[in-house]
């Protein structure tokens, strides 16, 4: 069970050209128990880049993460990729879909990658699918679905191998109230009730009412717990 994301002295910055932009100076921060937590933000604070760093799709440049008993920062390129497939799902900012495959296939890919038998596959794109209201839109590729409608399947494939753990980076960010509304409870649903964690960066404070617990990340890139009030 993910219970416990520890971040020890995390130390990350950006080149481009000849200026160095530090993001993490030395982040430190316990996630504890499961349940949801959302991370507020201003825009270019590193929201993203600190969902990046605890998928293991980027390498922090000092410091440790530890997800429950694994020690994240010490695996191979192999050991990631079998922890994220295994371990966690994603709902990327910019969704991320693989565009040679139907809406269908996308799904089906986590869980073919995770031995599923055929037939439960079959049983679980078309639950999540439901669940985001588009099963008719299930052999239809990408480039054919509106921004709404990819981020509605993003999030159906963040779950639909039933993570340990979700990283949602503002998964209803083009989405309506009510698609929202529906997005945010899949997830919820899927992870928090099966005593599972969620992550989510959201810049709405009303998707944030969702989460167990709000952060704030600030512009110096430290978490803290968020006030009534607080500018971010
Ligand atoms: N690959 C990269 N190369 C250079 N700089 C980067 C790169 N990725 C991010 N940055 C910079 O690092 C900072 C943090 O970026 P990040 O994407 O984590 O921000 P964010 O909080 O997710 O912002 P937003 O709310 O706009 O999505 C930003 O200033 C951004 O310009
Ligand atoms: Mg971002």
């Known amino acids: 069970m993910a219970r416990r994301i520890e971040l020890h002295g995390i130390y990350h910055s950006y080149v481009q ?15 504890a128990g499961a349940g949801s937590t959302a991370i507020l933000g201003r825009s270019g604070c590193g929201k993203s880049t600190l969902l990046n760093l605890i998928s293991g799709l980027d390498r922090p440049q000092r410091g440790r993460i530890r997800v429950d008993d694994q020690e994240i920062t010490a695996y191979n390129e192999a050991q990631l990729a079998l922890y994220r497939r295994r371990y966690v799902g994603i709902v990327f900012q910019s969704f991320n879909l693989v565009p040679t495959l139907s809406v269908g296939d996308n799904l089906r890919l986590p869980l073919e990658l995770n031995g599923l038998p055929a037939k439960e596959r079959e049983r679980r794109v078309a639950e999540v699918l439901e669940r985001v209201g588009l099963r008719e839109l299930i052999d239809r590729y990408p480039e054919e679905l509106s921004g709404g409608e990819q981020q509605r399947v993003a999030v159906a494939r963040s779950v639909v191998h039933k993570p340990q753990l979700v990283l949602a980076d503002e998964p209803t960010g083009s989405l309506d109230a009510e698609n929202g509304t529906r997005a945010i409870e899949l997830i919820r649903d899927t992870t928090v009730e099966g005593g599972h964690t969620l992550l989510m960066v959201t810049h709405s404070l009303a998707v944030a009412g969702y989460a167990d617990t709000v952060l704030v990340l600030d512009d110096d890139g430290v978490l803290d717990e968020y006030r009534e009030g607080i500018a971010w």
Request: no cysteine.
């Open 17 to 31: 050209g000849s200026v160095r932009q530090t993001v993490f100076e030395a982040l430190s921060h316990t996630f």
